[in-house]
């Protein structure tokens, strides 16, 4: 849409206030809202004012004065206001150099899409995200000085059968690592991922199927239609402001959290990616291996290179960790396979038709920011494709029980975070990152996340050390 009939359209529907969202480092939406009456076209020109030096990973004090200018293609009507509420996503400015913020992580992933033009590559890169998440009855969780715990609580896990915290013992309940399809009443919140595909549609996320996933205590799975890589990013900021909001309309709390759950899957957030150029599709060749072109291979072995570094951005808490475990058909190993789940990058085969043929990176988890996360696949990807990467031969067999031997991605956030630190270069081509932007990432995620944690004893530790 353009300024003029978003103005026009808030007259004509009688809305009160417009709400401007942009994205943080890490990857949440912030937001402030205006009266309807502060909306004209100059808002849309010379934006407005916010203190950036209050947002995480923006400006220090001395610098603190940004602008925010509304983006008009993002325009929705937010289904969760009490009165009638227009929604614009928003670029970060800065006012002094009278240009965009550079670590804005939406203008990050604007310059990867054009790098990707520049390159002759391809003009366009689609992202098919599937991001999981759980929905409780309640989570309850502390960290003070002297004592430490965490309590979720969920109606359909066998690990509430009693009718403590309102929870009824209705004796359907899903065992760990069954939650793969069932049916109601099992499945006790169909209803609840079916308003959240009906809200979703709403604001233009096109939805292919939703389903239980296969942990207990209500994991789920909504899966939406590829699309490009700025446009997918917004969409999923949404589908996240979705999933939460309609779960507190239920009475319900909604967690992306990659593992929450001890013994049980974890949620990830496999992201399937493909190359087009002028309409035609550019991973596609009947004669290469499962149907992949000598592009699509070149891609793949860019990932792999520099796919230990790559989950510093796409696996990017200290519980990412806990979920990315080797032997526990995790895809933890950085190789490909036709099909295997247990490969860091899968080549699914359920169609083989040219428009279908894409790749799979499994690692990923929905903590990440997703303009971040997808503007470092692609880059990695196309420093595959320029300095033709051989990703070596496809893994085949039992990945899971036999994959001995085969490099991993790291185990902690700490060892993804050194990796970052000595291969961040196939990140700065053209600036779509840069080496300020690398070293801010590190820097936040080891002080404000890794050292937080480490620093702090848990339950598990005086279970194990107590006694000593």
């Not at 002094?96 to 033009?117: C, M, N, S, T, W």
């Not at 789920?220 to 890589?229: F, G, H, Q």
């Not at 290469?288 to 699509?296: D, E, F, I, V």
């Not at 043929?357 to 503007?375: G, T, V």
Request: negative net charge.
């Amino acid at each position: 849409m353009e300024p003029k009939e978003i103005i026009e359209k808030c007259k004509k529907e009688g809305v009160a206030m417009v709400d401007l969202k942009f994205c943080d480092m890490p990857g949440s939406w912030q937001h402030f809202t205006l009266p309807v009456s502060q909306l004209d076209a100059s808002l849309f020109d010379k934006g407005t004012g916010f203190d950036g030096s209050s947002i995480r990973g923006f400006k220090p004090i001395e610098e603190s004065d940004m602008i925010l200018k509304p983006d008009p293609e993002t325009f929705f009507m937010d289904p969760f206001s009490s009165m009638k509420v227009a929604s614009l996503v928003c670029d970060v400015y800065d006012p002094v150099a009278g240009k965009r913020f550079e670590e804005d992580p939406r203008h990050i992933a604007q310059k990867a899409e054009k790098y990707l033009q520049d390159s002759g590559i391809a003009d366009k890169a689609y992202f098919g995200p599937e991001a999981e998440f759980f929905i409780f009855n309640k989570a309850r969780f502390s960290q003070e000085q002297n004592s430490a715990f965490h309590e979720l609580t969920s109606c359909e896990a066998n690990w509430n059968m009693s009718d403590e915290e309102g929870i009824p013992s209705d004796g359907y309940k899903i065992r760990a690592k069954e939650g793969y399809f069932p049916v109601p009443p099992l499945d006790q919140h169909s209803d609840i991922r079916k308003e959240m595909v009906a809200e979703m549609e709403k604001l233009g996320i096109i939805v292919e199927k939703e389903h239980h996933e296969v942990a207990t205590g209500g994991q789920a799975e909504i899966d939406i239609k590829y699309e490009t890589l700025v446009k997918q990013a917004d969409k999923l900021m949404a589908f996240k402001y979705v999933v939460k909001n309609v779960a507190l309309r239920h009475g319900k709390t909604a967690t992306f959290m990659p593992k929450p759950l001890l013994g049980d899957n974890g949620s990830g957030m496999h992201t399937h990616i493909s190359l087009w150029k002028g309409g035609t599709p550019l991973f596609f060749d009947a004669k290469g291996y499962a149907g992949l072109s000598q592009s699509a291979l070149w891609f793949i072995g860019g990932m792999l290179k520099h796919g230990s570094a790559l989950v510093a951005l796409t696996s990017p808490t200290v519980n990412s960790y806990k979920r990315l475990v080797p032997g526990y058909e995790a895809p933890v190993n950085l190789v490909y396979s036709a099909r295997n789940r247990s490969a860091a990058i899968r080549i699914p085969m359920y169609d083989n038709s040219p428009a279908s043929k894409r790749i799979e990176f499994r690692p990923p988890d929905p903590a990440c920011n997703p303009y971040l996360a997808f503007a470092a696949m692609l880059l990695a990807g196309i420093d595959g494709i320029k300095k033709q990467i051989d990703p070596g031969k496809p893994a085949e067999g039992n990945i899971f029980k036999d994959g001995n031997g085969l490099p991993t991605v790291p185990d902690s956030l700490k060892g993804a975070l050194d990796a970052l630190e000595a291969d961040h270069e196939f990140l700065l081509d053209d600036g779509v990152f840069s080496r300020t932007w690398v070293d801010s990432w590190i820097n936040y995620k080891t002080t404000a996340e890794y050292d937080y944690i480490r620093m702090r004893p848990t339950p598990s530790e005086f279970i194990l050390y107590y006694d000593i």
